[in-house]
């Protein structure tokens, strides 16, 4: 697992002591800007991420899968028209993440980010990114994990060996998770002495909702409220997910 530090420009001013710092949090697969015209459109995609605005989201498929797996997203412009700037990934050539996963924040500064593959026959990652906003130290686990419910459950167990050696921070973890079951699942069970806080909600496919593939969870240093799919008309063409947005409460 390569470390890779990085610093974006912090925005906003240090809470202080005692007041609650609050975020909206969001994730998306956006299934490489492909949409349920089967037509690929990176604009739409912006366009989906610009109505929720966030200060955190986590996209997976944003980049190829094969070949350079390059990014797909016009970075710059998210940065310019929506306040959103991608983790840096250095070293990872045309890819704009790790696995397809990329992280956007706003108002936030960035001290390490790890880039995680994760076991399982799919080639399949996570990103865990410390960070700080308002002053608040926050750790964000972006992931996608595999289709096959073992694997998942391996790369489960593989992230919460990997966060059992790290400091304790509020954790927020979101992806797609690709688990259609409830909380008994093989796949959640090593999550759940650890993560207490979720939010699942029907959010594929995008066109009529059934599976909540996406979630999001937080231990007990964070809380979570006001969660939602996103679902508008242009979110239900712009990929086979809809989004899944909350409210982060950060101690």
Do not use: C
């Not at 459950?153 to 973890?173: C, F, K, N, S, Y």
Request: hydrophobic share 45%; aromatic share 4%; no cysteine.
């Amino acid at each position: 697992m390569a470390l890779v530090s990085a610093a974006l420009e912090q925005l906003s001013g240090d809470a202080g002591p005692g007041v609650m710092s609050e975020l909206s949090v969001a994730t998306w697969n956006i299934h490489k800007g492909i949409g349920a015209d089967r037509r690929r459109d990176l604009d739409r995609t912006a366009a989906v991420i610009g109505e929720m605005s966030p200060d955190i989201m986590a996209l997976q498929e944003a980049d190829t899968r094969f070949g350079t797996r390059r990014g797909l997203l016009d970075l710059t412009a998210l940065a310019r028209d929506h306040g959103l700037m991608a983790v840096p990934m250095p070293g990872s050539g045309l890819a704009h993440g790790w696995h397809g996963n990329v992280l956007l924040l706003r108002a936030a500064e960035v001290q390490a980010v790890h880039r995680v593959t994760l076991p399982g026959i799919e080639p399949r990652g996570a990103l865990i990114t410390d960070l700080t906003h308002q002053g608040r130290p926050l750790r964000v686990i972006a992931a996608h994990l595999g289709l096959l419910s073992r694997s998942r459950a391996t790369q489960t167990r593989h992230l919460m060996a990997l966060l059992a050696g790290m400091g304790a921070r509020p954790h927020l973890l979101m992806g797609d998770l690709n688990e259609w079951r409830g909380e008994g699942a093989l796949a959640l069970q090593p999550l759940a002495p650890h993560f207490r806080d979720t939010v699942a909600l029907p959010s594929y496919p995008a066109r009529y909702p059934v599976f909540p593939l996406d979630r999001m969870m937080t231990n007990d240093r964070a809380r979570l409220s006001q969660g939602a799919v996103h679902d508008t008309a242009l979110a239900r063409r712009a990929s086979d997910h809809l989004p899944l947005k909350a409210q982060l409460e950060l101690d």
